[in-house]
């Protein structure tokens, strides 16, 4: 019940606000994160600018949010700040009743004042983490990864050119289920 509370400081009151553009900052940090359960994201520093352009027939939210996520590397599974750039836009309609019929456009009822921009906030910012997040190369080209991690990736790292080859002379006789024999059989009939 806490977070919904917390959630109504993204409310913009947009009833008695004149027709042009108006312009909203946020903030968003780690609090802003910990209100949605779940979170894909949950440390971050970023600044979202929502620029509001009303008019009498509609209402258009421009979004751009900058900042850094933070996340878990990819490769030595280590803290590692991400960038985000998003730059979008929502086109608000009025009707009988709350609708998104596409993921650009909102129908509110009429009779509502406020719109809520922290759920659409979250969701573009987790669309923008990129899929692979790794820590960038440092300036000498090494890589920025924590290096005892490194060091233990590389200990179990299979080399598949050090593996004995069932074709090479020198691989060892053992014997073979003769079920993979058939299977290979039925593979090769097939690649014909």
Request: some cysteine; aromatic content about 10%; hydrophobic content about 35%.
């Amino acid at each position: 019940m806490a977070a919904e509370k917390k959630k109504k400081e993204y409310n913009i009151a947009f009833k008695g606000l004149k027709d042009g553009e108006h312009v909203f900052k946020y903030r968003l940090g780690d609090a802003f994160f910990e209100l949605f359960e779940q979170p894909q994201v949950e440390t971050g520093d970023l600044l979202a600018t929502v620029t509001l352009i009303k008019s009498s027939r509609m209402m258009e939210f421009q979004f751009h949010i900058e900042g850094e996520v933070g996340t878990t590397c990819d490769r030595c599974l280590s803290n590692v700040d991400v960038p985000i750039d998003y730059e979008g836009t929502i086109y608000v309609n009025f009707g009988d009743e709350y609708d998104e019929p596409t993921e650009e456009i909102v129908v509110l009822p009429h009779e509502e004042h406020t719109f809520n921009v922290a759920e659409f906030m979250y969701e573009f910012i987790v669309v923008s983490v990129p899929i692979r997040h790794v820590h960038p190369d440092n300036e000498d080209g090494t890589s920025g990864c924590d290096p005892e991690m490194l060091e233990k990736l590389d200990q179990y790292m299979v080399d598949e050119e050090s593996l004995p080859d069932s074709d090479e002379e020198g691989a060892e006789d053992e014997p073979i289920d003769p079920r993979w024999d058939e299977l290979k059989k039925l593979i090769n009939k097939n690649n014909k």
